[in-house]
C-alpha cells in the first residue's frame, strides 16, 4: 500500500479507524460468497461522513483503489478486496437518526443492518418493507447499493422503491446530499437513482430516507403442495385474483424442499405426501377473522380446483416462522454445498419451466455427482438455482454452461443479488452494447481514476 497515502490519513484521522490487526483483516477478506478471498492491506472504519469524505479524497489523490464493505453478505464477490485494495467499511456509521410518525419516514446511517431498521419501524407502529434472509448482518447501504429484492418485492417492490432520499460520497470526496422525505419530488434529476443498484461503483452511500407503511395487523401463512409448475402458477394467479395483492410467494421446487427437510435441523415437513412444488403464500391483512376465514377459503377452492393438491395454513406465529424456516434453510445450505454455483437468475414465467428443465437435463448428463436444486421468488420471475459437485473448478464450467442457456429464455444474469465481480463477462448476455458503453460512460464521469469497486459491475480499466 502506498506509503505516502498512509502517512497522510494517519495524520488525518484518529487512529482508531485504521486498522492494521491481521485478525480483523482477515475478517474482511471476502463477502459471502467466499470466493477468492483476500484479506486487505488495511481497513478503514470511518465513524462520519466527513470521514468518509476525507478517506476517498485522498485515496483519490494518490489513485488508491478502495473496496467498499457494508455487511459483507453479498453473493457477487463485489466487496470481496482484490489485490491492494483497501476496505472502507461502513460497519460504524451505525444508527437510526429520525423516525417521522407524520411523514412516514425512517432516516438512517448506511452501516445500520436491515434488522435494526425493521425493529425501529415495529417499535412504532410501521413495517419497513424490505426483507430477506440476511437481515441481520446486512446494512442498508449494501441493500440499497445492490437495490436488494428478497421476500416481499411481488407486494412492495424492490429496495430502490423503499427510498425516498440519499447521501452519498464521490470518489473525489464531494458530498452529495439529497435527502428528499417526500413521495413526490420532481426537481430536476432523480440522483439518488445512480447510486442506488451501482454496487458502489459510483459512489459510497453514507445515509438515507426510508419509506415506511403501515403495520399490518395480522399476516396469513400457508404452505401448498402442487403437482406441477403450471399449478404453481395458476395457483398465483387465483390467489392474487381472490385475495388482491399477496406479500409473500415463494415457490420451492421438490429437490429444494427435500434437502432442506433432511439436511437442516430446525426445518420439519408439515405434510404427509410429497409434492413436486411447494409454494409458501403470504397474505397481510386487516386482523379480522372474516379475513382469516377468506384466506382459508380461497386455498380450500384451490383444493377442489385440483390446482394445489394439500395446504396447511399456519395457525400461529410459531408455525409461520416454521413455514418460513425451510425457506430460510438456504442460509444453512450454501455452506453445505460449497464451493457451489448460485444463481439468482431473473426469467420470464412463461418460460420458466422450460429454462430449469434444460438446465437440469444438461448439467445431471455432465456431471453424475451433481446436488442440483431449485426455489425462489416466482411472482417476481426470479428463481435461485444451486449447483454444486464440491469442486470449485466445475462452479466455475456450471456457471458458464448455465448462463449461455439462460441467454435463450430472455432472462438476466442476476435479478437481486448484483453482478459484482463474479458475473461481469456476462453482462453481455443481458445487456446491449449500447447499454454496456452507458454504463462505462457514466464510471468515467463520476470516478475518472476508478478508485471505487475497480472491475465490478463494469471494467474501464
Ligand atoms: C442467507 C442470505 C440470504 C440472502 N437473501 C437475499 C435475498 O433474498 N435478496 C437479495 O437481494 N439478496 C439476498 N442476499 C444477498 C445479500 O444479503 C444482499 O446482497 C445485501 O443487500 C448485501 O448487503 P451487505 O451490507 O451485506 O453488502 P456487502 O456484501 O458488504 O456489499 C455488497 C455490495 O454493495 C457495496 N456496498 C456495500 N455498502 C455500500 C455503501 N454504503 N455504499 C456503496 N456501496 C456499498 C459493496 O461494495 C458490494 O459491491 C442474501 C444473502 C445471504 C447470505
Redesign the pocket.
Known sequence: MNVKLLADLRSELPSSIIIEDTDVLASHAS??SKSAALAPPCVLRPETTEQVSLILRLCNQHQQAV??????????G??TPAAGEIALS?SR?QGVIDLDSKGQTITVR??TT?QTIQEAADAAGFKFALD???RG???????????????QVIKYG??RAQVLGLE?VKADGTIVRAMNSMLKDNAGYDLKQL?IG????L????ECVLRLHPKPRSVNTALCGCASFDSAVTLLGHVQSQLGTVSSYEVMWRSYFDYAIENVAHTRNPMNEAHEFYVLIEQECDGTDHAAEHFLTVLSEAIDQGVANDVIVAQSAREANQLWDIR?A??DI?SQIAPLANF?IGVPIKFMEEFIDQVDRELHAKYSNLTFFVFG?LGDGNLHLCASTGNADDAKSIYAQTYEIASHFSASVTA???V?TQKTKYLHLTRSKEELAMMRDLKRALDPNNIL?PG?VVDIG
Open positions: 463477502d459471502w473496496v467498499t464493505q457494508g455487511g459483507l453478505t453479498g453473493l457477487s463485489g466487496a461502513l456509521l448506511a452501516g436491515l430477506l434472509g440476511a448482518n446486512c446494512s442498508i447501504g449494501g441493500n440499497l447499493a445492490t437495490n436488494a429484492g428478497g421476500n424492490m429496495a452519498a447510486f451501482s454496487e458502489g461503483t459512489g459510497v452511500i453514507t430460510d438456504i442460509a450454501l439468482d421468488h437481486e443479488h448484483g459484482g469497486n465490478r
